[in-house]
């Protein structure tokens, strides 16, 4: 069975921020994190309830990035406790693409992609539902830095610019 849940030796959600925020701080693919940042709806249903997106992180990627060919933009980072089931967090990426973040005032940025901390990479049917709607997941490697991944596959990337293209093709007959 594939695993549904968050993953991690962290106790609690903020364990968890603190552990990613060590982790990305000296990261030269990023030149601005932004934590705990709030937004405004782009687009929404007429039945939703009226609420304001406020991401975990949001970050901006460096001149080294968008220079190795990255050019997707600024990516949300959802951070969950170890534990917490995937279905919910995955809503919220959702959402999250739907809005602009303001990352300093009065200037809003829409998202390329969200990525789930501390998740399993996605895999099966979850993983089509996934990169159809540009959400990925964000795991800490055990040499202490932070791997990015679209499914299966590892993303963004300093050393391989190959690897920061998302191919956002048609798939199926929608």
């Given at each position: 069975?594939?695993?549904q849940t968050?993953?991690?030796?962290?106790?609690?959600?903020?364990s968890t921020c603190d552990a990613f925020d060590?982790?990305?701080r000296d990261d030269r693919r990023f030149s601005n994190i932004y934590s705990e940042v709030t937004g405004i709806y782009t687009s929404r249903s007429p039945y939703e309830e009226n609420k304001t997106p406020r991401i975990d992180r949001v970050l901006i990627p460096?001149?080294?990035?968008?220079?190795?060919?990255w050019v997707h933009g600024p990516i949300g980072i959802e951070i969950k406790a170890p534990g917490s089931k995937l279905g919910r967090p995955i809503a919220q990426c959702l959402d999250y693409l739907r809005a602009s973040f303001e990352i300093m005032p009065g200037f809003h940025v829409p998202l390329s992609m969200v990525f789930l901390?501390?998740?399993p990479r996605f895999c099966g049917d979850l993983e089509s539902i996934a990169i159809q709607h540009r959400i990925g997941?964000?795991?800490?490697?055990?040499r202490g830095h932070i791997r990015f991944w679209r499914g299966a596959t590892e993303i963004i990337s300093l050393e391989e610019p190959s690897r920061n293209y998302m191919t956002l093709r048609k798939v199926g007959s929608r």
């Amino acid at each position: 069975m594939v695993n549904q849940t968050t993953e991690g030796p962290w106790e609690d959600e903020k364990s968890t921020c603190d552990a990613f925020d060590i982790a990305i701080r000296d990261d030269r693919r990023f030149s601005n994190i932004y934590s705990e940042v709030t937004g405004i709806y782009t687009s929404r249903s007429p039945y939703e309830e009226n609420k304001t997106p406020r991401i975990d992180r949001v970050l901006i990627p460096s001149r080294a990035l968008r220079n190795a060919e990255w050019v997707h933009g600024p990516i949300g980072i959802e951070i969950k406790a170890p534990g917490s089931k995937l279905g919910r967090p995955i809503a919220q990426c959702l959402d999250y693409l739907r809005a602009s973040f303001e990352i300093m005032p009065g200037f809003h940025v829409p998202l390329s992609m969200v990525f789930l901390f501390q998740a399993p990479r996605f895999c099966g049917d979850l993983e089509s539902i996934a990169i159809q709607h540009r959400i990925g997941t964000a795991s800490l490697h055990r040499r202490g830095h932070i791997r990015f991944w679209r499914g299966a596959t590892e993303i963004i990337s300093l050393e391989e610019p190959s690897r920061n293209y998302m191919t956002l093709r048609k798939v199926g007959s929608r």
